[in-house]
């Protein structure tokens, strides 16, 4: 039975709020591009001042990296406040889910996985990956360029068009 639920954002770092261009280096994670990690995140922060009921789900491969708590802890804070889980989940690595499947399934059958489990029906998702979506679901996805995330022109105005009728 899916329930009524605050809208879930599920939100990927690299190609939305950074170029498409971070790698995991000894050091931490590193953009080799012009610009800074989540340099676009702002832009994201001021969207969602105006619904403070949207939760934030990471669905970004920093967290099997990283882990959910450090892969949220390089977030600016308003964003970090609302991160309430991710598509991977430590639990994965040990054996929970084949990691085959991980590896092999696409940005949107991880959410997919993500939203059945949670029973969701409010949900939306920016992501600059849109293999395996199929056409009748387009209308949750905020699909952004590799290199400009949301600071591709109309990706602002789109995620606001979304998460007005997610209201």
């Not at 080799?32 to 990690?37: K, T, V």
């Not at 989940?89 to 092999?104: R, V, Y």
């Not at 029973?119 to 056409?135: A, F, K, R």
Request: charged letters at 20%; glycine letters at 6%; aromatic letters at 10%.
């Amino acid at each position: 039975m899916q329930r009524v639920c605050p809208p879930v954002l599920f939100l990927d770092f690299d190609g939305v709020l950074h170029p498409d261009a971070a790698f995991m280096t000894r050091k931490g994670p590193t953009l080799r591009a012009e610009g800074s990690l989540f340099m676009w995140a702002d832009l994201l922060v001021e969207v969602l001042e105006d619904f403070p009921h949207v939760q934030v789900v990471l669905s970004t491969s920093w967290v099997r990296h990283l882990g959910f708590a450090r892969a949220r802890s390089y977030l600016p804070a308003p964003l970090k406040a609302r991160g309430i889980g991710a598509t991977w989940h430590s639990s994965m690595g040990k054996g929970w889910l084949d990691q085959s499947w991980w590896d092999t399934a696409s940005r949107y059958e991880q959410i997919c996985r993500y939203v059945d489990r949670a029973h969701l029906t409010n949900w939306l998702s920016v992501d600059d990956d849109s293999d395996g979506w199929p056409e009748a679901k387009l209308a949750h996805l905020v699909c952004c360029d590799s290199q400009h995330g949301l600071a591709q022109p109309g990706r602002i105005d789109e995620l606001r068009n979304h998460l007005q009728q997610a209201k």
